[in-house]
């Protein structure tokens, strides 16, 4: 299993300090990058769409903190624009997809403690239309199932027979929705929640 530092430390009021970045720097040095899956287009159908998003994440590594984040989520036809900020509202980096690849620009880090590439990944396999993940796959040893329930969907991401992340769509009761992404490639669990809009997880575009 891969194992990726989220923000390991807490963070300070206005920037990481050194000590913070030279531990995330050590740790992103002694991990194996994950295996990325093939990718779709970057740009999305439909009128551009605007989501806010609470990021609960909680590595399986009980030695390590719980991190909630802040983000707000771009869809349009030229990519993804995702801006990631603390629960005060610290904007810590942005992430952009489109023509030109996955990257972060507007960081106070010198280093984001993960891939831009696989941050993105991670989000789109939540956010896509399942025929989509299922085109970009084609021809490679990646699949995707999905599967209905009483309260919502589930969601997995295979690399051949070994299952990468799940994906809970819990859609009822209304005011409880929220999509839980588990990642068993690099040992974490994601809460997504809905804030500040009327938009409902595991929706898209």
Known sequence: MTALPFL???????????????????????CSAPAMAP??????????????????????????????LLSVIRLSDEGLRVVIATPTGQRLFTLLRDDEGARYTQSIMETPPFPAQWFAQRLEWSLRPVSELQDAFQSSAWQVRERRFEHGRVREILDGDTLIVRIDTIEHPADQAHDVLTDLQIGYRMVITPFGDNARPGETP
């Open 8 to 30: 390991p430390l807490p963070l300070l009021p206005r920037r990481l300090g050194p000590c913070a970045l030279l531990l995330m720097l050590i740790l992103l040095t002694g």
């Open 39 to 68: 990718q779709t287009s970057p740009g999305w159908q439909g009128e551009p769409q605007t989501l806010k998003r609470k990021l609960t994440i909680t590595p399986f590594d009980d030695s390590r903190p719980e991190q909630t």
